[in-house]
């Protein structure tokens, strides 16, 4: 993704981190004009993601990074564009509070680090920049990927935590977020805390208010609370059917559009061979 200012001026390193100060490194401190470009880049990258994932508005743009606590990890490709650079995908994450279900079904609330956004430009994508960028961003946290909960994960996205980090089997949940086996294991219990079913003012809802029209036409097609522990759509194919959000993001596409998305359909099935290269999953 190329722009007609210098990127390499903007963003020194390969792997930038920004946050709500949309100040990259020294350079861009106390530069408004400088600011203004980092701005224009991460609404160009927002819009771009929004596009590839079709959904209805982008979730990441700078006045959202300005005002929320997330952060944004922007790849670069110094080289390109006659040595002025190119921008070659983001991931934003941040941490959120989720009451989840863990595998006895019991509700607990969890503050995890989440993956909200990720995008790899069109003409670069299955290089291994995704996975480049996803593996800055676990050494920057220090964090294993089954400890992140992931807003309403693509296709696309799902079959790369398969291949990369043997993310296969998730946990149901009634909201936006996945969480894979695993997630509940080696926490601290001041990490996750058991939610009782009733509060003395009603009844826990698991999930925000903000229903979204695609949550309720799955949940239609989906058993509830969710499929029994055996049940096929305990695999990775279920994980392509979401449910209810806690509302970070607008509605990604239905699943039906999403299975017939560019390249949604190959090497989705959880016998796709490529699921099979599955790395052992990474110690840092
Ligand atoms: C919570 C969220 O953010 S969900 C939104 C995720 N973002 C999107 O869906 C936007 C469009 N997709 C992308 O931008 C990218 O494909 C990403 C970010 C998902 C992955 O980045 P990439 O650089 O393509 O990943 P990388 O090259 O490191 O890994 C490749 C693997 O990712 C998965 N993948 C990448 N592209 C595709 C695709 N078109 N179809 C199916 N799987 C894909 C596959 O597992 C692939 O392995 P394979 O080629 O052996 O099948």
Same mark, same amino acid.
């Given at each position: ?23 990259? =490194? #020294?350079? &861009? /401190?106390?530069?408004?004009? $400088?600011? @203004?470009? !980092? ?6 990258? =927002? #819009?771009? &993601? /929004?596009?590839?994932?079709? $959904?209805? @508005?982008? !979730? ?225």
């Amino acid at each position: 993704m190329e722009f007609p200012f210098d990127i390499n001026q903007l963003f020194s390193e390969r792997v930038s981190v920004l946050d709500h100060t949309l100040v990259a =490194g #020294r350079k &861009s /401190a106390g530069r408004p004009d $400088l600011q @203004a470009h !980092i701005a224009t880049v991460i609404d160009e990258l =927002g #819009r771009a &993601s /929004a596009k590839a994932q079709q $959904l209805t @508005a982008p !979730i990441t743009s700078a006045s959202k990074l300005q005002s929320q606590k997330h952060q944004l990890y922007l790849l670069k490709d110094g080289e390109s564009n006659g040595g002025r650079g190119a921008v070659m995908g983001f991931l934003k994450v941040g941490y959120k509070k989720l009451f989840l279900l863990d595998q006895q079904g019991a509700h607990v609330e969890a503050e995890p680090l989440c993956v909200l956004d990720f995008y790899i430009a069109e003409n670069l994508q299955r290089h291994g920049y995704g996975l480049e960028l996803f593996d800055f961003m676990l050494q920057h946290k220090n964090l294993e990927p089954v400890l992140m909960a992931y807003d309403r994960p693509s296709p696309k996205f799902l079959s790369f935590l398969a291949k990369h980090y043997c993310l296969k089997q998730s946990i149901p949940q009634v909201n936006n977020f996945v969480v894979f086996d695993g997630f509940f294991l080696n926490r601290s219990v001041g990490q996750l805390r058991k939610v009782p079913l009733k509060k003395p003012d009603g009844e826990i809802k698991p999930y925000s208010l903000m229903e979204r029209e695609v949550v309720r036409q799955e949940q239609r097609t989906l058993p509830w609370p969710f499929a029994p522990p055996h049940s096929p759509l305990r695999s990775v194919s279920s994980q392509y059917s979401q449910s209810l959000s806690v509302g970070s993001s607008p509605s990604r596409a239905p699943r039906a559009a999403l299975a017939s998305a560019p390249g949604g359909s190959r090497d989705q099935s959880p016998q796709s061979p490529h699921l099979d290269r599955c790395r052992a999953r990474r110690t840092r």
